[in-house]
Every structure is written in structure tokens, then in C-alpha cells.
């Protein structure tokens, strides 16, 4: 429980992390753009507003309502302009407007006016300076050229003055100066420093707000899921995982459903299992006890006969383990395939002359027809413990004429072995559970209790490793024909 809840808390927690850390590097991003970059682009875009300004007054020098022009031009766009004509012997102002706080065109001497204009004058009729004001010595300091320059680092408003310079037709110059200060604001600059910290503060609180929604959907199905894992665990297995929400999350849903599933067909399996090896070794063992008691406490009962039984339910115990431990050798995968060249038909033959001197007192026989030995690349110890077990069901449920007929027959490369009888047979709805294992269609039958139940299970399997077929035609009250079959070479095809 306390796992889940730091699950939760971790998964929130740390997307919430991821999303400040996003915010912090977006803000930091815009701080470093308004800090470093903001002031150079506000300059910029300031001094080309006046470059153009002054060159469209220029134009209009003629007007008659000229210096209301510069008067409206300069109040609207924070602008000091100056604007004089400069004869050869003369010079006369034709408009002036003073509107910044520490221009410096109105308070710079005439000497130094006429600095800038020969400037201008040489430099095609336009010029460009830059200044800095400082406010504690009153002084205006040059950042870029020689003009007014004093050795300073002080750092007050910059601010241009661009002089443009036009000859007129009677031998004039029309002079025209702007002073603006290009440096932002410092109202204009608190106004973005608070707008960014407004901004920060609403990009945290988004960023909380997302990591909360986004991790409710990802972190409250996973805890669920987890309680329900736990359920499974315990042997629940009607738990429903769900398979709403992120697609991930629906999938991993289906996937424990899945799951469940098989848990729980596995669990049945092995209830069945143990249900059924347990029954099975009560019986033979019970008998076994109970013969050896009453050899032992009853004088006359020592005899032969008791002792046969004790012999046949041991041999009963010894098939069932036996079998037992082929199908799980065979189902775990311990068991291998081992291919080597052979004659089947002499192994097989000698496997039934074996089984026919066991069984001939009883009157049974087993008939091997073939036509001739077949050579083949098989799993050897695999087939014959195959062939025997169908040998071993025909003759366990053989008719009266106790005959069991197996024949081989090969066509195409593939070879088959039939095993016939004469028996009751199998009621055709009772075949298709006859594979599977622990399953005896009569219980009651008198020499069925031999049989452990796994042995065509112990077929199914072997043929499905092997890669061959198996089947069975069958008739109540006429017989059986079990057959498998199988390649003559066993060939490993390779899975993609
Ligand atoms: P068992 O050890 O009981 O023979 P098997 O898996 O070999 O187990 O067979 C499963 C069931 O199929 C048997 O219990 C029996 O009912 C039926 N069966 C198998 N072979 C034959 C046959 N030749 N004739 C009739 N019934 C058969």
C-alpha cells in the first residue's frame, strides 16, 4: 500500500518537476532575450523611426505651415527638432521644437551645431550620432564618434541626434536636426519586467496544475491496476483491469486481463492435476496397503494371488509416475528432440515381439504388417514410446478376439503406423476429449485401470514436437484405428 501511494507521489511529483524545469527554461529564455537582446532591437527600430521621420520633414521644408508640422511631429513622437537655413554668409533658424527633458540640440553651442551640419554636409547631407546623457555633471558624452567625446563610462539615456542636410535653389542649406532618446523607458522597461513576472507566475502554476491532470491519468490507473494485481495474486481471478485511458495504459489492461486468463485456465489445470494424480495413486496404493495388512494379519490369505495384486497396483503406480514425469519433461521443454538415422520397422518390430511374449499368456496377440524396413532420421526413443502407447491402449481396450493389428505404410516421404482393434470403440463425441490429459471415456473398464489417462497425451504431444499428424477412426461397438504419422526425415524449420 505505502509503494503504491510513493508511486503516485513520484510520478506527480517528478512531471511536475519536468514541467517547471520547461518553464524556467522558458522564462529564462525570455529573460535573456529581454536583458541582452530587447534594448539593441529597441534602439535599433527607434533609430531608423527618426532616420525616416527626418527625411519626410525634410521634404516639407517649403511648406508654409512648416514649423507647426515640426511642432505636431515632434510632441507626437517625443522628438527635439531644430531647423535652420545656412547661407554662405548667414544663417537663420526656421523652426524649432523643444520637447525632451535633456535634448541636446537646444543646449549645445552653435559652434558645435555647425559641427554636426558640416558633419552632415559631408557625409552626402546626413549624419548620424550618438550620445549619452549624464545626469549627475550635465554632460553629453559621444559613444561613437569624436564629437563632444569626453573619456567616460557613464550610463545614462543614449540618445541620437540625426542632422540631415538639403541645398535649396537660392544657394541655401536647409538644415534639419532631431535629437530622440533611444533608450527604453524606464517605465516602458518595468512594464515587460512585470509582465514577465506575472507570466512566470501563471507558467508555474499551469505547470502544477498540468502535472496534477496529466499524472491523475497515468499514476490513478496504474495504482488500480497495481490493488488489482494484488487481488490477482492472491488467487482472485475475476478481477477486471479496465481498458480505458492512455492507450499504453488500455493496452497494459488488456494485457493483465490476458493474463488473468491464463492465470487462472493454469490454476484450474493444476487444481485438475493434483486432483487427478492424487486420486489416481490413493487407489493402487490403498490396495497395496490393504493386501499387504490382511497377508499379514490373516494366516491363510499369504498367498500367491494377494501378492499378484500387490504386484499389478505397483506396476499401476509405476506407469502413472512414469507417464506423469514424461508429460512434464515433455511440456517444460526438458525433454529434447534427438534425431538419429534408424530402421523403424525392425525397432518397432522388436518393441511388439517384446510386448507379445508380456502379454501371450493372456491370450493376446499384436500382428505387424509391413511391407519392407523403412530407414529413417527421427527421434528414435520419442516414436517408439509412441507406437507403444497406441500398441498399449488397443490391447488394454481389445475386443474378444484379444487382436491388435499395426501396420506400416509409407507414401511421399511421410510415414504412417496404424494400430487396430477390435474393441468397443469410442462414441464419436467422446474422440475429440480423448487427447487430453487425465481423460478416460470409461473409468470402469476392466483393465482401464492400468492406464494413467496421459498416454495419448504423451501422443498428442510427441507428434506436435515432431511436426507429424495423429488421429483416430473410430466405431462403437466395431474397433479403433489410432495413427500417427510423421516425415521419413525430420527437418528443423527455421521460425521467423
Ligand atoms: P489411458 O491411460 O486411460 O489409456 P489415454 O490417454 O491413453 O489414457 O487414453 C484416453 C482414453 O481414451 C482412455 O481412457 C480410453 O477411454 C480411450 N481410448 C484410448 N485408446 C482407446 C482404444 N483403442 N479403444 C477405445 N478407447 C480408447
Known amino acids: 500500500m505505502r509503494q503504491g501511494d510513493k508511486k503516485q507521489i513520484s510520478i506527480k511529483w517528478k512531471l511536475f518537476l519536468y514541467f517547471l524545469l520547461f518553464t524556467a527554461v522558458t522564462l529564462a ?10 534594448d539593441r532591437i529597441y534602439k535599433s527600430v527607434k533609430t531608423k523611426e527618426i532616420v525616416v521621420t527626418a527625411n519626410k520633414l525634410a521634404e516639407s521644408f517649403d511648406y508654409e505651415d512648416f514649423a507647426e508640422i515640426i511642432n505636431n511631429t515632434a510632441s507626437e513622437k517625443q522628438l527635439c527638432i531644430v531647423a535652420f537655413m545656412v547661407g554662405k554668409n548667414d544663417m537663420y533658424q526656421v523652426a524649432s521644437s523643444d520637447v525632451l527633458k535633456n535634448c541636446v540640440i537646444h543646449r549645445i553651442s552653435l559652434l558645435n551645431k555647425m559641427k554636426l551640419y558640416y558633419s552632415a554636409k559631408e557625409n552626402d547631407g546626413e549624419d548620424l550620432q550618438r550620445f549619452r546623457f549624464d545626469q549627475r555633471s550635465n554632460v553629453f558624452y559621444s559613444v561613437s564618434g569624436e564629437l563632444f ?40 522597461v518595468k512594464a515587460v519586467n512585470m509582465q514577465l513576472i506575472c507570466i512566470s507566475g501563471i507558467l508555474v502554476l499551469l505547470s502544477l496544475v498540468l502535472a496534477l491532470i496529466i499524472s491523475s491519468g497515468i499514476a490513478k490507473p496504474i495504482i488500480t491496476m497495481s490493488k488489482k494485481a494484488k487481488q490477482l495474486a492472491d488467487g482472485k481471478y475475476n478481477v477486471d483491469f479496465g481498458t480505458k ?98 530402421d523403424i520397422t525392425e525397432s518397432v518390430g522388436e518393441m511388439l515381439d517384446r510386448y507379445n511374449a508380456l502379454i501371450k499368456n493372456e491370450g493376446f496377440t499384436i500382428v505387424f504388417e509391413h511391407e519392407k524396413n523403412i530407414i529413417v532420421k527421427q527421434d528414435e526413443s520419442k516414436l517408439l514410446k509412441v507406437i507403444y502407447n497406441l500398441v498399449n491402449n488397443a490391447v488394454t481396450y481389445a475386443g474378444e478376439d484379444k487382436t491388435v493389428r499395426v501396420v506400416q505404410s509409407e507414401s511421399l516421404g ?56 495423429y488421429g483416430v477412426l473410430s466405431t462403437v461397438g466395431a474397433g479403433s484405428c489410432f495413427w500417427i504419422e510423421f516425415d521419413r526425415e525430420y527437418t528443423e524449420t527455421v521460425e521467423n
Open 245 to 342: 485511458g492512455y492507450l499504453e495504459i488500455s493496452e497494459l489492461g488488456e494485457t493483465l486481463n490476458q493474463t488473468e486468463k491464463e492465470l487462472a485456465a493454469t490454476d484450474a489445470m493444476r487444481k485438475d492435476l493434483i486432483a487427478n494424480i492424487s486420486h489416481d495413486l490413493r487407489t493402487p496404493l490403498t490396495m497395496i496397503n490393504g493386501y499387504a495388512e490382511i497377508m499379514r494379519d490373516i494366516p491363510g490369505e499369504n498367498n500367491a494371488e494377494n501378492v499378484q495384486v500387490i504386484i499389478d497396483e505397483s506396476k499401476r503406480l509405476t506407469t502413472l509416475i512414469n507417464d506423469v514425469l514424461d508429460v512434464t519433461r515433455l511440456e517444460n521443454g526438458a525433454e529434447k528432440i534427438k534425431i538419429s538415422e534408424f
Open 29 to 38: 529564455a525570455i529573460w535573456i532575450f529581454q536583458t541582452f537582446l530587447a
Open 149 to 188: 567625446s569626453k573619456d567616460s563610462s557613464i550610463d545614462g539615456d543614449e540618445s541620437v541626434i540625426y542632422t540631415v542636410v538639403r541645398e535649396t535653389d537660392d544657394g541655401y542649406d536647409a538644415v534639419l536636426m532631431i535629437n530622440s532618446v533611444i533608450s527604453p523607458m524606464g517605465s516602458t
Open 414 to 469: 511421410k510415414v504412417k503406423f496404424s494400430v487396430y482393434d477390435n474393441g468397443d470403440g469410442i462414441e464419436a463425441e467422446k474422440l475429440r476429449f480423448i487427447w487430453d490429459r487425465y481423460y478416460k471415456v470409461d473409468k470402469e473398464h476392466k483393465r482401464a485401470s492400468v492406464g494413467s489417462g496421459l498416454g495419448l497425451s504423451i501422443v498428442r504431444t510427441v507428434m506436435d514436437m515432431l511436426k507429424g499428424s
